[in-house]
């Protein structure tokens, strides 16, 4: 199994059925934070709801139409980047994302974003890379904003609430050359900066 480093002890790999339990032991930790931004059906209650959302990523990845992607910090796991949707023929998917309170504020889930974002982009032909989040999430919209997309606009109260309130859901994306110019300018400021400390 790949692991891709994002920072000191931060690892991105694969979320399989096989994992369920640490993955409900996560929910159990994070539930009351992330149930207001995921699905309902993201947030199992039980070791069985728990693989069996695992499975339906597990099945949308063999089917080249989405996957999950956990995020581990020091061996636990902590949060974690899907494509929700991927269709590699129309070129257009949707990546999305959960992270626990005490893993924020690390940069994790902005580097976990970009690799399977890069590889949607450079290896799949991907054009149109959506991100899709409740209007009143600002770390999420914050991320979408650091992953250098644009916000498309707003589908108003699409979503039942809580409290008998509406969801209103932003759609923002970013398009394959604003991504390969926002990588290159990252490497031409990397490598400006490399000679300046030589």
């Excluded at 990546?95 to 889930?109: D, K, N, T």
């Excluded at 409740?134 to 979503?159: C, F, H, K």
Aim: net charge negative; charged share 25%; aromatic share 8%.
């Amino acid at each position: 199994m790949f692991a891709l480093p994002l920072a000191d002890s931060a690892v991105l790999r694969p979320l399989e059925p096989w994992q369920a339990e640490e993955f409900l032991a996560y929910l159990d930790r994070a539930r009351e934070h992330i149930a207001p931004w995921v699905s309902p059906s993201f947030v199992a209650r039980d070791l069985a709801e728990a693989r069996a959302v695992l499975q339906r990523y597990a099945d949308k990845r063999a089917q080249d139409g989405g996957g999950i992607w956990g995020i581990w910090l020091d061996g636990s796991l902590v949060g974690g980047v899907m494509f929700v949707s991927f269709d590699a023929t129309l070129g257009v998917c949707e990546a999305g994302c959960w992270l626990e309170p005490g893993a924020q504020g690390r940069g994790l889930i902005t580097r976990a974003a970009g690799r399977i974002i890069d590889w949607a982009v450079e290896e799949r032909g991907i054009v149109r890379v959506e991100w899709r989040t409740n209007a009143r999430n600002e770390r999420s919209i914050a991320v979408a904003q650091r992953l250098g997309m644009s916000r498309d606009g707003t589908l108003r109260q699409v979503y039942p609430g809580g409290a008998g309130g509406r969801i209103d859901l932003e759609i923002w994306s970013v398009l394959a050359d604003e991504w390969r110019s926002r990588c290159a300018a990252r490497l031409n400021l990397l490598g400006a900066e490399e000679h300046h400390v030589r």
